[in-house]
């Protein structure tokens, strides 16, 4: 049996002055997925992905690459990160340099490519996350938005094979969601292993292959998102409520009996509903509600 691209085995972590953040934490990573870590604010999620990378290093157990057991060691963690590449939920943490450009290319340049490459690949990032036009534009005066889009643009830069993200969504706006994860997901189709955390069980439930669910330090489940969020014990158990798409999907199939998977999308969940009605579906009470469902029209 192949090994996974990356996992966490009996993971510990103990801060400074015994506060615990991870307890005994098993988590599997395999290629080609988009993975969401579910789990509530404070629940240790950030430090998790801080060990995914070698930022961190556990207080018992081990993070496996390929099969292998990370090393700490500088020319290890330093082939480590090139392989998986960790963007922080506030990207003025990751952005120093005067201008998008020279931000971008630090990266690269860093892995001793020359310049020619460095600018080639520096094109091929902004461009991924459309803000080509930003190239030459100073990184204290980009928008929110555009400093994350930036930071990740960083990143990807170094052409990782694993793109940790944590909270990528976290304060956007719906149309600054929406273009992130239209970005991400060209990523995605790609070849790029995509890992999150959140605690927006909608976001994960539209656009997750498989979620982990995450309390207290521990991954309570893993394994693919409808069947571990239509768990609604477990769900309670780390203090998350159901997703309201699957919800409505569930009432409108009576049920969990489906004989297909139930729909992750606004839209599916609509025709669903026209289909139960067996007429178009005029705007009424539930129309506009899953309108507001903030994550359905990108699943």
């Given at each position: 049996?192949?090994?996974?691209?990356?996992?966490?085995?009996?993971?510990?972590?103990?801060?400074?002055?015994?506060?615990?953040?991870?307890?005994?934490?098993?988590?599997?990573?395999?290629?080609?997925?988009?993975?969401?870590?579910?789990?509530?604010?404070?629940?240790?999620?950030?430090?998790?992905?801080?060990?995914?990378?070698?930022?961190?290093?556990?207080?018992?157990?081990?993070?496996?690459?390929?099969?292998?057991?990370?090393?700490?060691?500088?020319?290890?963690?330093?082939?480590?990160?090139?392989?998986?590449?960790?963007?922080l939920q506030e990207p003025d943490d990751q952005l120093f340099a005067a201008t998008v450009g020279q931000d971008v290319?630090?990266?690269?340049l860093n892995l001793g490519l020359s310049e020619p490459e460095t600018a080639e690949r520096v094109r091929e990032a902004l461009a991924a996350l459309r803000v080509a036009h930003l190239a030459d534009r100073a990184t204290h005066a980009l928008s929110f938005g555009q400093k994350k889009r930036v930071a990740i643009a960083?990143?990807?830069?170094?052409?990782?094979?694993i793109l940790v993200l944590d909270e990528p969504t976290a304060g956007l706006d719906p149309h600054g969601v929406t273009h992130l994860l239209g970005a991400l997901?060209?990523?995605?189709?790609?070849?790029?292993?995509?890992?999150?955390?959140?605690?927006?069980?909608?976001?994960a439930y539209a656009w997750a292959d498989r979620v982990a669910v995450f309390h207290d330090g521990m991954v309570l489940c893993q394994g693919e998102t409808a069947a571990v969020l239509g768990d609604r014990e477990l769900l309670h158990r780390a203090r998350l409520r159901p997703p309201l798409l699957l919800q409505?999907?569930?009432?409108?199939?009576?049920?969990?009996?489906?004989?297909?998977?139930?729909?992750?999308?606004?839209?599916?969940?609509?025709?669903?509903?026209?289909?139960?009605?067996?007429?178009?579906?005029?705007?009424?009470?539930?129309?506009?509600?899953?309108?507001?469902?903030?994550?359905?029209p990108l699943a």
């Open positions: 049996m192949t090994a996974p691209l990356l996992a966490a085995h009996g993971l510990e972590y103990v801060y400074p002055g015994g506060v615990t953040a991870l307890r005994g934490l098993d988590l599997s990573i395999e290629r080609g997925q988009k993975l969401a870590i579910l789990g509530s604010n404070g629940s240790g999620k950030t430090t998790l992905l801080l060990h995914l990378n070698g930022t961190c290093k556990p207080t018992r157990g081990e993070i496996r690459l390929d099969g292998q057991p990370g090393r700490y060691e500088r020319r290890a963690l330093n082939h480590w990160r090139r392989r998986v590449g960790l963007v290319s630090f990266g690269p960083g990143v990807l830069a170094m052409r990782p094979e997901q060209q990523l995605h189709d790609a070849g790029t292993t995509l890992v999150f955390s959140t605690h927006d069980v909608e976001l409505v999907a569930e009432v409108l199939g009576a049920g969990r009996n489906w004989t297909v998977p139930p729909p992750r999308s606004r839209e599916a969940v609509l025709e669903l509903l026209r289909e139960r009605l067996g007429q178009p579906l005029s705007a009424g009470p539930v129309e506009p509600m899953l309108a507001h469902s903030r994550h359905g």
